[in-house]
Nanobody
């Protein structure tokens, strides 16, 4: 299984970015896909997830990105996206995509995900 995240970069506060994650080697539509991030000196944290076919595509967000970030998936292309609007300096982090079959109690926890991409760096300047 491979997950390849891309789309990171350096942007100014208020800008938008769309991250992409290409998945291969798994039955993509059946997996929940998540985005996590890790800021310098901090632990990895949940950002958003979208369920697979068995979860009805249910979407979860961490509270502080609701209304700014949108997760989506294209099962035909084995892709998951994270549209990020109104970026702020505190959004600066390495963003990771992940695939798994979490239960409800682990959908926001890294333990719920089996496969991880290498991460893409998002830097937001003030």
């Amino acid at each position: 299984v491979q997950l390849q995240a891309s789309g990171g970069g350096l942007v100014q506060a208020g800008a938008s970015l769309t991250l992409s994650c290409a998945a291969s080697g798994l039955t993509f539509s059946t997996y929940s896909m998540g985005w996590f991030r890790q800021a310098p000196g901090k632990e990895r944290e949940f950002v958003a997830s979208i369920g697979g076919s068995g979860r009805g595509g249910r979407i979860f967000y961490v509270d502080y990105v609701k209304g700014r970030f949108t997760i989506s998936r294209d099962n035909a292309k084995n892709m998951v996206y994270l549209q990020m609007n109104s970026l702020q300096p505190e959004d600066t982090a390495v963003y990771f995509c992940a695939a798994g079959r979490p239960i409800l109690s682990t959908v926001r926890d890294s333990s719920g995900y089996t496969y991880w991409g290498q991460g893409t760096l998002v830097t937001v300047s003030s």
